[in-house]
């Protein structure tokens, strides 16, 4: 891999991703009332928290707040146990946002070799979190940890600390693998398994290499809509911070020409 050090500083002021929760198995209490519902209540409540009197639902909104409270009495009708008081549990979520002091600089024995602003080279990601990434840099291929499929991009690799490098996507090898489903494939090829598998192994960063970035706009749109404003859990972020951006194929090849052998 990498036969030296490139120190690596990263100011990005963005937000972070959280780790998939794995697909849980309803009790067969709660299957069996669920398998109750007629079609008439099924109706009834679909068109109330699909009416345009909720106005979108969007967080913090009134209309938001309607549907909480109709679903939290709906379950007090039916005598469905609380798990918190009230039903309600309080979730601390956060909106994304782009810092205007967004940049990228890697530097080589002192030597600058990269001093990169959000646009058409890089792009903070939202799943970053808001803290700078300080450390050597580090390839790691596609960056996929996936034991039960016989594959780990950071084998050998030491990125606790480290800003690691990869690849966008899956490798081939993966995404034919007969023990994956069409949503596993998405999954496993996906920015939020990079973060997951980069946060596991100690990394402070996370640079994607793309075929190109995306635009600022729709990653952090300046007036989003109630419907496409985005939310994020805070406490993966906070507890766990990981600063994520994506390198564009161009300034990946032209920045870092002299160590492309050394990445094979």
């Known amino acids: 891999m990498w036969s030296r050090f490139i120190a690596v500083a990263v100011v990005w ?42 106005s979108g639902r969007g967080l913090g909104h009134l209309g938001n707040q309607q549907a909480e409270l109709y679903i939290a009495h709906t379950l007090q009708d039916e005598k469905v146990p609380p798990a918190v ?12 946002r782009l810092g205007p002091a967004a940049i990228l600089t890697i530097t080589e024995a002192g030597r600058s070799l990269a001093d990169l602003r959000a646009g058409a080279d890089f792009m903070p990601l939202p799943e970053s979190g808001d803290r700078t990434a300080d450390g050597p840099l580090r390839f790691v291929g596609h960056g ?14 030491d990125a606790k600390g480290a800003v690691v490098l990869a690849i966008d996507g899956a490798p081939e090898t993966l995404l034919r693998s007969a023990k994956l489903s069409s949503d596993d494939r998405a999954d496993i090829a996906g920015i939020d398994r990079k973060v997951d598998d980069a946060r596991a192994h100690g990394a402070a960063g996370l640079i994607v290499i793309k075929s190109s970035t995306s635009d600022k706009e729709s990653l ?14 805070y406490g993966a972020m906070h507890d766990l ?20 052998a050394i990445m094979r």
């Open 13 to 54: 002021l963005v937000a972070t991703g959280i780790v998939k929760p794995a697909p849980a198995t309803l009790p067969a209490v709660i299957d069996h009332e669920i398998q109750d519902i007629s079609v008439a209540e099924l109706e009834a409540n679909i068109e109330m928290l699909a009416s345009d009197g909720l």
């Open 85 to 96: 008081p009230e039903y309600f549990q309080p979730v601390q979520v956060y909106q994304p």
């Open 144 to 157: 996929i940890s996936a034991a039960a499929l016989h594959h780990d991009d950071y084998a050998g690799i």
């Open 220 to 233: 952090f749109p300046s007036n989003p809509s109630v419907r496409s404003a985005t939310y994020r859990l």
């Open 241 to 260: 911070p990981l600063a994520v951006a994506a390198i564009s194929e161009s300034a990946a090849g032209r920045r870092f020409a002299s160590c492309r």
